[in-house]
């Protein structure tokens, strides 16, 4: 699978160990930056993520920053960007089978690199349920055409 990774300053550390742990299980890691531990804007690497999952140059993405929170936000601004923050494992899991979630956000301030790894995996090992969560995911791209 062809995942794209991408971080500020503050989660560039958990973003190489993310992108190693990926390679290592057989994906083509897609680096979008930062690629320097100095201050960047979160916004430009959020954004960058979500265009190249919007674009088709990535399946998934895994955006890092200090808290996930701002760089979710960015990410989410793309349309066709279904960006979740997550903490754990359920987290990461349940925002693809309930909201079809294209990208991951996680915190390097927040969680250590086991949980994030844990996370990744199971995000990327977990499916979209279908259902009645279509629907739901359905107004949400609705919600992109206002």
């Known amino acids: 699978m062809r995942i794209a990774v991408g971080?500020?300053?503050?989660?560039?550390h958990l973003k190489n160990t993310i992108a190693e742990h990926l390679e290592a299980?057989?994906?083509d890691v897609v680096d979008v930056g930062t690629h320097k531990a100095v201050s960047v804007d979160y916004p430009d690497f959020g954004a960058a993520l979500g265009r190249a999952v919007a674009a088709?140059?990535?399946?998934?993405?895994v955006a890092v920053?200090?808290?996930?929170i701002g760089i979710c936000i960015a990410a989410n601004k793309v349309k066709g960007v279904r960006a979740a923050t997550v903490h754990d494992v359920t987290s990461a899991r349940l925002c693809k089978e309930h909201n079809n979630a294209n990208v991951i956000c996680v915190g390097?301030?927040?969680i250590?690199?086991?949980v994030a790894l844990d996370a990744v995996d199971a995000f990327l090992a977990a499916e979209f349920a279908q259902g009645r969560h279509a629907r739901r995911v359905d107004k949400i791209s609705?919600?992109?055409q206002e």
């Open 7 to 12: 971080s500020d300053h503050a989660g560039f």
């Open 25 to 27: 299980a057989g994906h």
């Open 56 to 61: 088709g140059e990535a399946e998934l993405a």
């Open 65 to 68: 920053c200090g808290s996930g």
């Open 108 to 110: 390097e301030r927040f």
């Open 112 to 114: 250590g690199p086991q």
């Open 142 to 144: 609705q919600l992109e």
